[in-house]
């Protein structure tokens, strides 16, 4: 018997991190994608509590793609108790078999520092939200399916894959629901832009009922980025931080994709002696490891004959060791430093930051999108000093950001991705951006469609598809996990620390200790202590 399927929204919903969707339909239970919050504490302690639904109660996973901000809680997912398929592309699969065990790694590391510094001060220990046992456990649960292949999950309903054009095995995911009136939704994952030097654009078939659509750079219009466009602006921040012959230039970079798309991009500038040339290091283990990934598949990629010439050109060096990565600070003369993560969140790149954030003759290159609350967005913001792993840095680095290398579509080209979707019978849903982005890509949806018909769920949101329409259910749940105005915002731990820095930098500016009393002593009296 046919029930109206219900859809539920348990990440990516107000923010662009810990994408979850919870279709139920027909008594089965659905899930496409299921990745780890990143940004604030507020939003990254979602991945130490509960999971929102019972996880032995789901029958499927469907995953877009391999970033960890949608397959991150997969080990989770599997650890609490699922014990069904898990769908995605081979190339996917393989990504992830290098990007999970990678991420159990950071978390195991990170939380022995954690707990000792917890044990020090009489805190409670914390545990991992997964160990490696965990993501071994679930990649016995992935089973490759190929694009625009049905794949039938049972009580009439089906799925099949269409490539996004964001990353290597990046997938959109048609799902159909039979019965006496069938519904048809398309959630798009992550959507590439026009321009993307390893992957081809993104399709997907026409006409739909229901369409969950990404908004990450809704309210962005960049100008058309063709392979000699973005080449030269590369071209020209490395030159620009070149100047400083004991220099270097340290690129946050996401170890997938974008971390292939630089090192490509840099060594054909080599070539062509459009910038100087010089060490170019891959400072991230998981990053030597996707290139390998990416080496492997490169026969499914645009350009895939350049990368594999990068990959072994003489100007590059992949460290693997603690001891290889440390030994990076004692390069002499200019180099170039990609690490990751791109948000500097995590990784290497903090040790590299420490290094040389405080150096005039250093340069960070953004070149990616940065979440509010993370370390890339505050030096993006303009921050004089920073907390890196509890030691205060002062910011004398030049800060630069790019978006060139962006693996997403421009609100532009999401529209365009969206009008070749139509005829769209039903309602869109739009998810994975902050609010601006939201906003903006629902004025410029409602251009396509009715603007009623144009929803930004909040977290933890669920509505009733039915076929005239959806209903939202949320009232009818529990309470939502989150504030849903609290998602891709700074949260009270980004005020706080911002108000420590700013203490100090008043404490050490003021004439004597005379003056610094005086401020502290107002602080006290205006909270009453």
């Known amino acids: 018997m046919q029930t109206n399927p219900v859809l539920s929204f348990h990440g990516a919903a107000g923010n662009v991190t810990g994408s979850c969707f919870c279709l139920e339909a027909n008594n089965r239970r659905i899930l496409v994608d299921c990745g780890m919050f990143q940004g604030s504490k507020t939003e990254k302690q979602l991945n130490y509590r509960s999971l929102p639904f019972d996880p032995k109660g789901v029958d499927a996973v469907v995953l877009t793609h391999a970033h960890i901000d949608h397959s991150g809680l997969l080990p989770k997912l599997v650890k609490h108790g699922y014990a069904g398929p898990i769908f995605a592309t081979s190339a996917t699969i ?83 629901i039979g019965g006496n009136s069938p519904i048809r939704i398309l959630f798009s994952g992550d959507i590439g832009p026009d321009y993307k030097l390893l992957q081809a654009g993104p399709i997907a078939p026409v006409g739909w009922d229901y369409i969950v659509c990404e908004s990450t750079y809704g309210d962005r219009e960049r100008i058309d980025t063709t392979d000699e466009m973005r080449r030269r602006i590369l071209r020209d921040e490395v030159n620009t931080a070149a100047r400083h012959a004991d220099g270097a230039l340290i690129i946050p970079s996401f170890a997938v994709e974008r971390t292939q798309e630089l ?90 930051l420490k290094n040389w954030l405080w150096r005039e003759e250093g340069t960070v290159l953004l070149v990616g999108f940065q979440a509010a609350g993370t370390l890339g967005r505050i030096l993006q913001d303009g921050a004089s000093t920073v907390k890196i792993q509890g030691e205060e840095i002062a910011v004398r680095a030049c800060i630069r950001a790019i978006d060139v290398y962006s693996g997403h579509a421009d609100g532009p080209e999401l529209v365009a991705w969206l009008n070749a979707r139509q005829p769209l019978r039903q309602a869109l849903f739009l998810v994975h951006g902050e609010e601006e982005a939201l906003a903006a890509m629902k004025m410029q949806a409602a251009k396509l469609i009715d603007d009623e018909r144009v929803i930004i769920p909040s977290i933890d949101a669920a509505f009733r598809l039915d076929t005239d329409g959806p209903v939202n259910i949320s009232k009818s749940l529990p309470l939502p996990r989150l504030d849903p105005l609290q998602p891709g915002h700074r949260d009270w731990n980004n005020d706080f620390q911002g108000l420590i820095l700013d203490l100090q930098m ?24």
């Open 506 to 529: 008043r404490l050490r500016s003021a004439a004597d200790d005379k003056a610094r009393r005086v401020i502290i002593r107002r602080i006290r009296d205006a909270l009453k202590l």
């Open 94 to 176: 393989d990504l992830c078999s290098v990007m999970l065990p990678d991420s159990a790694h950071i978390q195991e590391v990170e939380v022995e520092q954690l707990n000792r510094r917890n044990r020090h001060r009489g805190r409670d220990t914390v545990e991992p939200i997964y160990t490696a046992e965990d993501v071994e456990m679930a990649l016995k649960k992935f089973r490759p399916l190929p694009l625009r292949q049905w794949q039938d999950l049972g009580n009439g309903i089906r799925v099949r894959l269409w490539n996004a054009g964001h990353l290597l095995g990046s997938a959109s995911v048609e799902m159909e």
């Open 263 to 352: 090192l490509a991009d840099l060594v054909f500038l080599m070539e062509q002696k459009a910038i100087p040339g010089c060490p170019i290091i891959i400072d991230s283990p998981l990053a030597t490891r996707a290139t390998e990934v990416f080496e492997l598949h490169s026969d499914e990629l645009e350009n895939g004959q350049l990368l594999t010439r990068a990959i072994h050109s003489k100007y590059v060096r992949f460290t693997e060791s603690a001891e290889q990565s440390k030994a990076v600070d004692f390069i002499k003369g200019f180099h170039i430093v990609i690490a990751a993560s791109g948000m500097c969140e995590a990784g290497r790149i903090r040790h590299r």
